[in-house]
Nanobody, 120 residues
Framework: VQVVESGGGLVQPGGSLQLSCTAS????????MHWYRQGPNKRREWVTT????????????TVKGRFTISRSSVRESRKHTVYLQMNNLQPEDSAVYYC??????????WGQGTQVTVSS
């Protein structure tokens, strides 16, 4: 299994970024795709989830209305690509963002993370 994130970078407050995550070579059906983040000197926190069966989504309260998780319209066997559109970014959103492929009882897989820095 391979999980790869991309799209991080430096952005000014109020700006936008779109992160991408591709999970490939998945051995089983994926239950959900998650985004987490870990800021400096902070614990890793959950940000958003998309269930792959019906595309239902959930968000951390502080990102609701600003962040949107979506998935690629291209359906490929044993592969999922999801995106995280982040608008109106604030300094407190600065973190390493991690993608997680959740295979339910079969375990989960993490990417290496992508750095998002919001600063003027």
């Amino acid at each position: 299994v391979q999980v790869v994130e991309s799209g991080g970078g430096l952005v000014q407050p109020g700006g936008s970024l779109q992160l991408s995550c591709t999970a490939s070579r998945l051995p089983f059906v994926t239950y959900a795709m998650h985004w987490y983040r870990q800021g400096p000197n902070k614990r890793r926190e959950w940000v958003t989830t998309m269930k792959t069966s019906d595309n239902t989504t959930r968000y951390l309260e502080t990102v609701k209305g600003r962040f949107t998780i979506s998935r690629s319209s291209v359906r490929e066997s044993r592969k999922h690509t999801v995106y995280l559109q982040m608008n109106n970014l604030q300094p407190e959103d600065s973190a390493v963002y991690y993608c997680n492929a959740d295979l339910s009882q079969y375990g989960d897989y993490w990417g290496q993370g992508t750095q998002v820095t919001v600063s003027s």
